[in-house]
């Protein structure tokens, strides 16, 4: 089973871990965790530590469809406050940086950051794997994801998704390691550049993906996939979220990205104990 390095601090995936998602943009799709200054952030991130987040994930830069790219100085005034803050009050805190930006990478590195999660793979900046490698060890999020949130969704035509899926991640990996990052964590990317059909296809084949051999996180929490399905708002999807999550568990997620922590971890806790009856 996996254990990856964290700068000096290992985490073990044996059992999968949660990872809480903290947005500090503006135009957050789900509204619910849109917190109005650093105090409330702090607070949220005591919230997700206190309930068994075992990494925080902080994001400036929107990733929604049709988002536009900010200025690395933008996006690193959204978080540096922040990381800062969350890493003075909570020394032993596991610090993910959701960005695109090799310049925004590096300036949340330089202040402590121990994860980088990067949407594009490093296709949107190619200084980002390279970065990340000479930081010795620094595990990379790598996502899948077709084009830039600009233009995603008008790409999402797939044959065989999980194939396909995969073909990239191999790629994407040889790159990787060549670089030399030593943990790289894969992110199927449900809902970048793909449609609901694609998605609930891909979450039913996400076990196809471990013979990758990399870490595999799923984060679909509160994406429309769920609402839309359902018919309900972003902030009605806590139950659909669970059920995939569960689904993705059950499927051999080893990292939850979820808005909700409790929640998720109450899923683990209850598909471990299914697993070991």
């Known amino acids: ?47 997700m530590l206190g309930e068994g987040a075992s990494i925080l994930d902080i994001g400036g830069q929107s990733t929604r469809p049709g ?20 890493l003075e009050q909570f020394p032993q805190a596991i610090i993910s940086v959701d960005t695109y930006s090799s310049d925004v990478a590096r300036a949340a590195l330089a202040s402590g950051a121990h994860i980088i999660n990067d949407i594009s793979a490093g296709r949107l900046d190619e200084n980002m794997i390279p970065l990340v490698a000479s930081y010795g060890n620094v595990p990379y999020v790598c996502m899948h994801m077709k084009g830039s949130p600009e233009n ?16 990239y991640f191999i790629g994407k990996i040889t790159n990787c390691r060549t670089a ?50 359902l018919g309900i708002t972003a902030a009605e999807a806590l139950n659909g979220t669970t059920v995939l999550n569960t689904v993705a568990l059950l499927n051999g997620a080893n990292i939850l990205r979820v808005h909700d922590v409790k929640e998720a971890k109450e899923a683990i806790t209850l598909v471990q104990q299914l697993n070991n009856a």
């Open 67 to 86: 988002s536009t790219r900010l200025t690395a100085e933008e996006e690193f005034s959204r978080i540096g406050p922040l990381l800062h803050c969350i």
């Open 180 to 229: 030399g990052i030593k943990d790289i964590i894969i992110d199927p990317g449900f809902g970048f550049a793909k449609n609901a059909t694609h998605n609930f296809k891909l979450l039913r084949n996400l076990q196809q993906l471990q013979i990758l051999d990399c870490p595999l996180l799923a984060g679909i929490s509160r994406k429309a996939t769920i609402y839309k399905t």
């Open 152 to 167: 995603m969704q008008a790409l999402a035509q797939y044959e065989d998704i999980a194939v396909e899926v995969i073909d």
């Open 1 to 47: 089973m996996f254990t990856i390095n964290c700068r000096g601090k290992l985490l073990s995936l044996e059992t999968p871990v949660v990872m809480g998602i903290i947005n500090a943009t503006p135009d957050s799709f789900y509204e619910g965790h849109l917190e109005d200054g650093t105090e409330k952030m702090l607070a949220l991130a005591a919230e």
